[in-house]
């Protein structure tokens, strides 16, 4: 059984006034995202308009259902603003769907309506690769959390991934950092789980629900002279 912690224990980020941080709200588990994020001592706002993404420390794309979320970029007005936000230097936390959307490569989208990905993350991402909502599963993960600069969340512990129709990660760009891996029962070797390309971040499982901070924590310290 799968277990969502409905309290993050965590540490508020502080500074002389609160960081804005906002969570790409058109659909899925964005709320989920909104809560770590406020936990953690953020202005959350809830991105639906462009003017939104405006004085952002950081940006969260959630998990969901790709497809649709794909449709509502393009009919919020959203998708041109974002990729431009993103292409600029917005630090970036996506998740599952969220992953979908950012790659450049997409496999397993077999269905009459298409996914648009905004093409700005060197991988291929295989949709629902790791199973149905039934075969969802959890797992310790070893973080290279040296690959976040500036982060002093990391420390030694496993990070406790939650995985949810995930998607897979294959191929990853030259530019691209591998700071996870989870080897799947029968694959011949470990696979990318979570990634760092300049201001992206992108996670195959959800970090929003594991009731651990540290990825969020991470990312937020993300700053432009890291990438």
Not at 32 to 59: D, F, I, K, N, Y
Not at 189 to 208: K, Y
């Given at each position: 059984?799968?277990?969502?912690?409905?309290?993050?224990?965590?540490?508020?980020?502080?500074?002389?006034?609160?960081?804005?941080?906002?969570?790409?709200?058109?659909?899925g588990?964005?709320q989920?995202?909104?809560?770590?994020?406020?936990?953690?001592?953020?202005?959350?706002?809830?991105?639906?308009?462009?003017?939104?993404?405006?004085?952002?420390?950081?940006?969260c794309?959630?998990?969901?259902?790709?497809?649709?979320?794909?449709?509502?970029?393009?009919?919020?007005?959203?998708?041109?603003?974002?990729?431009?936000?993103?292409?600029?230097?917005?630090?970036?936390?996506?998740?599952?769907?969220?992953?979908?959307?950012?790659?450049?490569?997409?496999?397993?989208?077999?269905?009459?309506?298409?996914?648009?990905?905004?093409?700005?993350?060197?991988?291929?991402?295989?949709?629902?690769?790791?199973?149905?909502?039934?075969?969802?599963?959890?797992?310790?993960?070893?973080?290279?959390?040296?690959?976040?600069p500036?982060?002093?969340a990391?420390g030694?512990?496993?990070?406790?991934?939650?995985?949810?129709?995930?998607?897979r990660?294959?191929?990853?760009?030259?530019?691209?950092?591998?700071?996870?891996?989870?080897?799947?029962?029968?694959?011949?070797?470990?696979?990318?789980?979570?990634?760092?390309?300049?201001?992206?971040?992108?996670?195959?499982?959800?970090?929003?629900?594991?009731?651990?901070?540290?990825?969020h924590?991470?990312?937020?310290?993300?700053?432009?002279?890291?990438?």
């Open positions: 059984m799968l277990i969502v912690p409905q309290r993050v224990q965590s540490r508020a980020v502080t500074s002389s006034s609160p960081p804005r941080a906002g969570v790409l709200a058109l659909q588990a964005y989920a995202h909104a809560r770590v994020l406020s936990a953690l001592g953020c202005e959350v706002v809830e991105v639906q308009r462009p003017a939104q993404l405006e004085g952002l420390r950081l940006l794309m959630p998990g969901g259902e790709s497809t649709t979320m794909s449709l509502l970029l393009s009919s919020s007005g959203l998708r041109e603003p974002l990729r431009q936000a993103i292409a600029a230097g917005l630090p970036v936390l996506a998740t599952c769907a969220g992953a979908i959307l950012l790659a450049q490569r997409l496999e397993g989208d077999s269905g009459s309506l298409k996914v648009e990905p905004l093409g700005l993350l060197d991988l291929t991402v295989d949709r629902n690769a790791y199973g149905r909502q039934n075969e969802s599963f959890e797992a310790g993960l070893e973080i290279d959390w040296t690959g976040l500036g982060s002093s990391g030694t512990q496993l990070f406790h991934a939650v995985f949810i129709r995930a998607p990660f294959q191929l990853p760009g030259a530019q691209v950092r591998v700071l996870a891996s989870f080897q799947p029962a029968g694959a011949a070797a470990a696979e990318p789980v979570l990634v760092r390309q300049g201001n992206i971040i992108a996670a195959a499982f959800h970090p929003e629900l594991s009731g651990d901070d540290r990825i924590r991470a990312a937020l310290g993300l700053r432009p002279a890291d990438f």
